[in-house]
């Protein structure tokens, strides 16, 4: 069997304080992700309605009408909320704890909106503790802020009433999804 013994690296502290520096590559690079994954976001936020009443939305996108953005809009910037939230989770462990970060970098996704983020810790936990605060943080963070929002969705939509056709659509769906449904 492999042997498993720790590892210590002792590195010259001017090497680490190279290697942990950022630069205008980092800033740039995480601007231009940002602004990417704002458009992949509002483009998943628009997918949830794409086919919605027979493709009507399409047809408006296609003749410069802006009401499908102004549609999507609240669930874009729900989605970059919660990863807002989620982000400010680490940074307040990253405080509490002196730990120094990196810019985050968004990661766009054509399918989500957004997949998350890379942020590197740019000095090293002074201990366990500290590691598990900082990781458990956002997603902590993220879980308390989407929970808010759930509620305040189920609150906005009490007093809504279905479009026609939706009710069969919604129950075609459903039983679709059964195994051995036909």
């Not at 942020?119 to 201990?127: G, I, W």
């Not at 808010?148 to 906005?156: A, E, K, Q, S, T």
Request: aromatic share 8%; net charge negative; glycine share 10%.
């Amino acid at each position: 069997p492999p042997e498993r013994r720790p590892v210590f690296l002792v590195l010259p502290a001017e090497v680490t304080d190279v290697a942990m520096r950022q630069g205008l590559p980092e800033y740039a690079t995480a601007v231009a992700a940002t602004l990417i994954t704002i458009v992949t976001t509002l483009g998943f936020a628009l997918s949830t309605f794409i086919l919605a009443d027979g493709g009507l939305l399409l047809d408006q996108l296609e003749k410069g009408d802006t009401t499908p953005l102004d549609t999507a809009s609240p669930i874009a910037l729900g989605i970059l909320g919660i990863f807002l939230a989620h982000e400010f989770g680490h940074a307040l462990a990253a405080r509490k704890h002196d730990l120094r970060l990196s810019v985050p970098i968004p990661i766009p996704s054509l399918q989500l909106g957004l997949f998350g983020c890379i942020t590197r810790l740019t000095k090293f936990a002074p201990d366990r503790q500290a590691l598990f605060d900082f990781a458990f943080a956002g997603p902590a963070v993220g879980f308390l802020i989407s929970i808010f929002f759930y509620m305040v969705g189920i609150g906005l939509s009490v007093d809504l009433t279905l479009p026609p056709g939706a009710a069969e659509n919604i129950a075609a769906v459903a039983a679709g999804s059964l195994p051995g449904a036909d």
